[in-house]
């Protein structure tokens, strides 16, 4: 396949094994995409830690959910939206959705020449630090579920650990039109949630960086002997 490569110098040091957004004087901007409004949650984040950085976000309203699509089509959506970032003169790229980054990071990791951050690996190491009984829950969108990248990132972390995973379609589009606390949403977290629960969880990840804007109804769902993890701080700060 054809290498796309991107004039811009790699500048990230690394954490685990992995590119960590690079700190330097370099006055060009770090790019932030997402499938809609969820990664806005990863820019407050970076603004909170790096307040002098600039950003540029690119949400991809268009094509919501991408939770729904195929992996050929997420992967595809991705290069698109890392190329418009690149086209703006980024420095890093963020790749602010468990979606495209469990169908793209690879891909773009290997074929952009500069710093590409995913939100799948960070969220599983402060998981697999944080759980108590080794019986982790993921929930994430259809597509982050099927492509097993959860399960296969802990493995390496907690290779001891039981994962149980569900996807919750209806998150995005409740927080896309921000029924936060309404009934319909606390009735809906319930029938996703519960079975975890059932399952006596003690970690649950968000997989979706939709989902920490309901962590509210989450928690109460899963009760205070639950931690919820989400890939926010862990992907900015490390």
């Given at each position: 396949?054809?290498?796309?490569a991107?004039?811009?110098p790699?500048?990230?040091?690394?954490?685990?094994g992995?590119?960590?957004?690079?700190?330097?004087?370099?006055?060009?901007?770090?790019?932030?995409?997402?499938?809609?409004?969820g990664?806005?949650?990863?820019?407050r984040?970076i603004?909170?830690?790096?307040p002098?950085?600039?950003?540029?976000?690119f949400?991809?309203?268009?094509?919501?959910?991408?939770?729904?699509?195929?992996?050929e089509?997420?992967?595809?959506?991705s290069?698109?939206?890392?190329?418009?970032?690149?086209?703006?003169?980024?420095?890093?790229?963020?790749?602010a959705?468990?979606?495209?980054?469990?169908?793209?990071?690879?891909?773009?990791?290997?074929?952009?020449?500069?710093?590409?951050?995913?939100?799948?690996v960070p969220?599983?190491?402060?998981?697999?630090?944080?759980?108590?009984?080794?019986?982790?829950g993921?929930?994430a969108?259809q597509?982050?579920?099927?492509?097993?990248?959860?399960?296969?990132?802990l493995?390496?972390?907690?290779?001891?650990?039981?994962?149980?995973?569900?996807?919750?379609p209806?998150?995005?589009?409740?927080?896309?039109e921000?029924?936060?606390?309404?009934?319909?949403?606390?009735?809906?977290?319930?029938?996703?949630?519960n079975?975890?629960?059932?399952r006596?969880?003690?970690?649950?990840?968000?997989g979706c960086?939709?989902?920490?804007?309901?962590?509210d109804?989450?928690?109460?769902?899963?009760?205070?002997?639950?931690?919820?993890?989400?890939?926010?701080t862990?992907?900015?700060?490390?």
């Open positions: 396949m054809r290498r796309l991107a004039k811009a790699r500048e990230s040091s690394r954490v685990s992995r590119p960590v957004l690079p700190l330097s004087k370099d006055p060009r901007p770090i790019g932030v995409f997402d499938s809609g409004l990664g806005l949650t990863i820019v984040e603004r909170r830690v790096l002098d950085e600039n950003i540029v976000y949400g991809d309203m268009a094509r919501l959910p991408y939770g729904t699509k195929s992996r089509q997420i992967l595809s959506f290069i698109q939206n890392t190329l418009f970032l690149i086209r703006r003169k980024v420095k890093a790229v963020v790749i959705c468990n979606s495209s980054s469990s169908a793209a990071y690879s891909f773009l990791k290997s074929h952009f020449n500069l710093p590409i951050l995913d939100v799948i969220a599983a190491e402060s998981a697999a630090s944080a759980t108590r009984k080794g019986r982790i993921v929930i969108t597509a982050t579920i099927e492509s097993r990248a959860y399960e296969k990132a493995s390496r972390r907690a290779p001891e650990a039981d994962i149980f995973t569900a996807s919750c209806l998150f995005v589009p409740l927080v896309e921000g029924w936060l606390e309404t009934p319909v949403t606390r009735e809906i977290a319930g029938i996703y949630l079975p975890l629960k059932a006596g969880i003690d970690t649950l990840i968000l960086t939709h989902y920490p804007m309901l962590r109804i989450i928690a109460k769902v899963m009760g205070p002997g639950v931690k919820l993890v989400d890939s926010i862990p992907t900015v700060e490390k």
